[in-house]
């Protein structure tokens, strides 16, 4: 399954409330975007293309609905999702309800739990659950320490500055008590965690070495958490937007 997204036009991330979608996904870029990623692949269709952002109310135009049936029809894209804003699961229920959309993209790990609150509405819709940011930017590989140094330029020095490091480690400690036979270490207990929510139909965590997807992609073998831990790491969301720092707050 192959999946790409088409960027927002004006380059912000995530979509500033009140921005009219002429300025994030005018049509011809849409379509620009879509043809980009043909060629850049090599393919004739795509499987799934997301909107980056999104604001709910960009239901409300016609425009680009209009060139996702038309791309659709000349079997250039198969299906259509969104990328929603940080911690905005619920910016997109009219959209939804729309049935131009078949997933929607968001934050969701042991730490941020509360899109749990979303998914019967996801499900009622037969709309899938891409999982983002499944390990917390790698705050739940439990390669994160108080005297952890990033690269130059690694976006992490900053969501992890200050005493946050140290806030994390308090955090991992805890859940490291909680490994055993159903997950041998905290990437696995993450990305099972996860997975054990039907209406997730993936995750995607990043990785930079082989080693990295062999053993994430050996999590998706179906085999889920027992309801007993799962209660249990209800116990452990951290609920907090360390991405305002990278915004200036």
């Not at 994430?216 to 309801?227: K, M, P, T």
């Amino acid at each position: 399954v192959i999946a790409s997204k088409v960027p927002p036009k004006n380059w912000q991330w995530p979509a500033r409330e009140g921005v009219s979608i002429e300025e994030v996904f005018p049509k011809e870029h849409i379509v620009q975007a879509v043809n980009d990623s043909l060629s850049c692949l090599e393919i004739d269709s795509i499987d799934l293309m997301q909107f980056h952002v999104w604001q709910d109310y960009f239901i409300e135009e016609d425009g680009w609905k209009e060139v996702i049936k038309d791309l659709t029809a000349q079997g250039k894209v198969k299906h259509w999702g969104l990328s929603l804003n940080d911690y905005q699961p619920e910016n997109c229920q009219r959209t939804v309800e729309s049935g131009l959309i078949e997933s929607v993209q968001l934050i969701f790990n042991i730490f941020h739990q509360k899109p749990i609150e979303t998914f019967p509405f996801f499900k009622k819709h037969n709309v899938g659950i891409i999982a983002r940011v499944p390990l917390d930017e790698g705050g739940l590989s439990g390669s994160i320490r108080p005297d952890t140094d990033f690269a130059p330029g690694d976006f992490r020095s900053k969501f992890f500055g200050g005493a946050r490091k140290k806030e994390l480690l308090e955090h991992t400690d805890r859940l490291e008590g909680l490994l055993g036979q159903e997950a041998r270490t905290l990437s696995e207990l993450a990305l099972r965690f996860i997975l054990s929510f039907e209406e997730v139909s993936t995750t995607i965590p990043g990785m930079r070495k082989a080693e990295h997807a062999t053993s994430n992609a050996a999590c998706s073998d179906g085999r889920g958490l027992s309801v007993e831990l799962l209660n249990k790491l209800k116990n452990h969301a951290w609920e907090r937007n360390f991405y305002d720092v990278l915004k200036g707050a």
